[in-house]
Structures are given as structure tokens and as C-alpha cells.
């Protein structure tokens, strides 16, 4: 079963406390195509601009992508620039270009409307709205979001959120949006706004899951060496939504939901052992699965006698 992408596809220059890369391949929807390409066919809607070298349309091409959904305008890709403080979890963004996403009107084509899966990787939420309104009776829906959009788009963000059946946003964001400290107070919060499941990505520590009177807490797979954590909840994103597609179904119950979510981190947790999206180059479905039954052993723990 497909599942349709839509977020920025960016040229990112990235610094952590030990080396600086520029230019690399980036954005919400690279990430989240390339990993959700593992479990399920992928098709891909967003921009880029006449700079965006030719080898990269090639990778994504290389991953079974569907490229019929992005749009080559006159103009340069966007950009974005970030800097890691010495933990490695925490970032400030040094720069942000919009440039040919600022005229951005995406068009689905018609081989795009019927899609079963879609996932709204992180842009503005008028954007992913634009999108949801062109995909006729989608089955399930996945939105990521950003502290920027909760601050300037927060109605349009309001309005989106019953139209998902997932939410997914991080540790902060989850406080931002509901002013509460508690995560777990969070979560059931933005279950409120109308998110049928919510994750709440943790880092390093995990995430939590939301559904109706249902909890799950999942881990982060333990890593000695992060060299550039860019693109891991989007890499999460990708995972759950091409992990859920792949299963096929009419409808998706909890006990899905989590599973995708751990197929989600695994992949996530791959990602950032190299810069941009160098490890999923090489990565392969059995490298995940062997990760998957790992982190499965590590996690579980046994009911008292
Ligand atoms: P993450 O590390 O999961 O937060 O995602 C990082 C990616 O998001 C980078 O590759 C950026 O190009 C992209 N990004 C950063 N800011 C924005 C934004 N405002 N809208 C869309 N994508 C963004």
C-alpha cells in the first residue's frame, strides 16, 4: 500500500561540536521518503529549485520514489542551517531560506489522489492542509509539526489536528501546544484537539504513545556514537507511516501503532549515525529487522512468577 509525502526537501548546512558539513541533502520529506521506502511505495510531493543537484533526484529515484508529485521551479531550494551544542540533543538554527517554498502551490497528480497513507512531514500547516484537501477518503492520516508553527500558525495547526489521525511532535512541542508540563497530561491534551493517537518524541529517552484509554512507552535504541542527529524525528515519521502502509490494512488498531513506532525509532536511530541521509544510503530491511528484534530483547522484561 502507498503512502503520499509531503514537506521540504532542503539543501542543509549542519554543525555539530566536532565537524561542519554544507549543502547536504535535507529536509522533512527527504527523510521521511527515504525511511518509510523500506516498508511500502513512496510518493513524494514538494519543490525544489533549478539548483538542486541532479544526484539527489537520482538517490530518491535509487529508494523506488515516487517523483511525479515534485515540482523544479526557477529559483534556489531551501535552505536551512543548524547548529548542535555539545550533547548532541539540543540545536540552535542558524539560518532559514524559504526561497522557492515560499510560492509553493502543491498540485497532487492524479496518480497521487487516491493514496491510502498519508503522511504530512513537517511544514507549514496550511501547506499540509493543501495537500490532505486534494487526497480523496485517505485511510490514515499522520501529521508532524514544529515549535515554529505552534508560535506563528497555531489556528491552522488547531485546525489540522482533527484531521489526523496521528499527531506526532516532540517533548517541547507537546508543552508549547498545551501549556501543560506533564507529557502525559500532554498527550491525552492533544487527543483532545482531535488527534485520534499522538506520539511524543522524546530524544534520546523514547517516546510515548496516545490512543483512546491506551498508553505505550518505547524506549530510544542505545547508541555509543551520534554524529548528526538532523532528520531523526523526521526519519521516525517516515518509518511509522511506511511501516503502517505496509501492513495493508483497512483500518489500524493500537497494537499497530505501536509496533510502527518502534520500527519508527529503529530507523530514526539508524539515521543518525552519519550526516544527512549517508546512513540510509547503505542501509538495509534485514539491518533493520536484526536492530528490531535487538531492541525488542533489550526492552522487555519478565511478568513476576
Ligand atoms: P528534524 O531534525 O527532524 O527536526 O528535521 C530537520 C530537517 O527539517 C532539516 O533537514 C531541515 O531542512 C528541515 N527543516 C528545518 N526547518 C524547517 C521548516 N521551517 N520547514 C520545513 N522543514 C524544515
Known amino acids: 500500500m502507498p503512502v ?40 513524494l510531493v514538494g519543490v525544489v529549485g533549478t539548483d538542486f543537484p541532479q544526484e539527489h533526484i537520482e538517490f530518491l529515484r535509487s529508494r523506488g520514489v ?4 515534485l515540482q523544479v521551479v526557477d529559483g534556489r531550494t531551501f535552505r536551512w542551517s543548524g547548529e548542535y551544542h555539545w550533547d548532541l540533543n ?19 497528480p492524479t496518480s497521487y489522489v487516491q493514496t491510502p497513507v498519508v503522511l504530512l512531514a513537517n511544514i ?10 486534494q487526497v480523496e477518503a485517505p485511510r490514515f492520516v499522520i ?20 484531521r489526523t ?17 506533564s507529557l502525559i497530561r500532554a498527550g491525552h491534551r492533544i487527543r483532545e484537539m482531535g488527534a485520534k493517537f ?6 534520546e529517552h523514547g517516546c510515548l504513545l496516545f490512543g483512546e484509554g491506551q498508553f505505550f ?25 511506511g511501516w503502517l502502509a505496509g501492513l495493508g490494512k483497512e483500518t489500524f488498531h493500537f497494537q499497530d501503532l505501536r509496533r510502527a513506532v518502534v520500527y519508527g525509532s529503529v530507523a530514526a536511530s539508524f539515521n543518525v549515525e552519519a550526516f544527512s541521509l549517508d546512513r540510509l544510503r547503505s542501509l538495509t530491511r534485514e539491518e533493520i529487522e536484526e536492530r528490531y528484534r535487538t531492541f525488542r530483547l533489550m526492552s522487555q522484561f519478565e511478568a513476576m512468577a
Open 124 to 133: 507549514a500547516p496550511a501547506l499540509q492542509m493543501r495537500v490532505l484537501d
Open 217 to 241: 512507552s518505547c524506549g530510544a535504541y542505545p547508541l555509543e556514537d551520534i554524529h548528526d542527529p538532523t532528520g531523526a524525528g523526521d526519519t521516525f515519521a517516515g518509518g511509522v507511516a
Open 165 to 181: 489521525d496521528l499527531l506526532i511532535c516532540n517533548d517541547g512541542e507537546a508543552r508549547q501546544l498545551t501549556g501543560e508540563t
Open 66 to 69: 515516487d517523483l511525479d508529485g
Open 4 to 43: 503520499l509525502i509531503v514537506g521540504s526537501i532542503a539543501l542543509d548546512t549542519v554543525k555539530t561540536p566536532v565537524e561542519e558539513h554544507a549543502d547536504l541533502l535535507g529536509g522533512s520529506a527527504s527523510y521521511a521518503a527515504v525511511s518509510a521506502s523500506f516498508f511500502s511505495p513512496v510518493r
Open 90 to 108: 539540543t540545536r540552535t538554527t542558524r539560518s532559514v531560506a524559504l526561497n522557492v517554498f515560499e510560492h509553493f502551490n502543491p498540485v497532487l
Open 198 to 203: 499522538v506520539a511524543v518524541k522524546k530524544g
Open 143 to 162: 501529521a508532524d509539526t514544529m515549535d515554529l508553527w505552534i508560535e506563528t500558525t497555531n489556528a491552522d495547526l488547531r485546525r489540522l489536528i482533527p
